[in-house]
């Protein structure tokens, strides 16, 4: 089966939305923890932007060894050394090189002609060529660019020496078919060249992100890129672990699979959180405190009965701790805070207190109590209390 391959973007088009920012250090924890993931390339930062970013690009390249690295360039000769310079000291890598192709983008924001857009591609990708072996050009604001236009700027980096093309719904405007199909215009235009890879960004503006990645993988796409919990610019990118779910989920019918080990992306999540402060949103698919809670009385017998009955995907599988906890008279409300908290609930020590009371409670009966036992008593009593408890969580540094 085809492998989609996956360009993580949470340390450049994730870390650069507000609230997000991460110093050297919490980059180089983030980028191990994706290489725990076994991401195919993790894009470090956007060297030219400061001193410290284009430090931290070198950091990671430094410590992480075992994925290709990506730097960010505009597609001018000053942020393409900066990117360079980055690189350095990698094991393998990519620069990533992008202008905007929209009429819109091309007139007010740049001021440039459609041909003047041609020329700096070409010869800006053949300049990145000489340094660094493998480039991938963005067409930036492709989802808004004259169809045939945007034929023509792909058939120019592919020959200047571009090898991926990632063609990205900049502003989050695309549908799914539209998207796809887009794809499918360009694919027929470079008559299916082997050499190149199709790549696909979205953002979520229209909460999209993800169904429009995975109509462009329909449409050949062999490369996503994506940020953990979804961060990104305004509403954020694609979800890497809602792809990389649904592409397990779902592989026979989209056609692809990816090389992601599932069992670190709650993990990733969580890291995530902790390093920015930013909670994710209980309902979160995949990584949120309730994406395994059920709650009404048919679901948990359903559940009780055979997981399948409403459960697509386990918490294990996306590694939800599933020790199960020996709780009782000897151990401690520390202990039950602690996985609470791994779980994604910020109790308050009334809400803790309840939970522990009916936790020891069922420990007497069963001696042990699973993760399962504990999320569904989690989930109950801190709904009841949802107005703080939501405003906690998602205030919570
Ligand atoms: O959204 C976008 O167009 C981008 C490019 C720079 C790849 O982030
Ligand atoms: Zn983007």
Known sequence: MDVVRIFDTTLRDGEQSPGFSMNTEEKIRMAKQLAALNVDIIEAGFPISSKGDLEAV????????????????????????????????????????????SDLHLQVKLNMTREQALEAIESMIRYGRQHVGEVEFSAEDAGRTDIGYLCQVCKVAVEAGATILNLPDTVGYA????????????????????????????????????????????AGVRQIECTIN??????????????????????????????????????????????????????KAVVGANAFAHEAGIHQDGIIKNPLT????????????????????????????????????????????????????LADQSKTVSMRNIVAIAHEVLRRGAGPVAAEATSAA
């Open 230 to 283: 979804g961060i990104g610019e305004r509403a954020g990118n694609a979800s890497l672990e809602e792809i990389a779910v649904a592409l397990a989920v779902r592989k026979e019918n989209l056609g692809a699979k990816t090389n992601i080990e599932l069992s670190q992306l709650f993990p990733a999540s969580r890291l995530l959180t902790e390093i920015t402060g930013a909670q994710v949103a209980p309902n």
């Open 58 to 101: 070198q950091a990671v390249a430094k410590e992480v060894r075992s994925v290709p690295i990506a730097a960010l360039a505009r597609a001018k000769k000053h942020d393409i050394d900066a990117a360079i310079e980055s690189l350095k000291p990698a094991a393998s890598s990519r620069l990533h090189i992008f202008l905007a192709t």
């Open 310 to 361: 409403y459960e697509i995907i386990s918490p294990e599988t996306v590694g939800v701790p599933s020790r199960s906890l020996v709780l009782g008279k000897h151990s401690g409300r520390n202990a039950l805070r602690t996985t609470l908290k791994d779980l994604g609930y910020d109790a308050s020590d009334a809400e803790l207190a309840e939970v522990y009371r009916r936790v020891t409670a």
């Open 175 to 218: 549908v799914p078919e539209e998207y796809g199909e887009m794809f499918r215009r360009v694919r027929a235009y470079l008559d299916d060249d082997p050499k190149v890879t199709l790549s696909a960004h979205c953002h979520d503006d229209l909460g999209l992100a993800v169904a429009n990645s995975l109509a462009a993988v329909r």
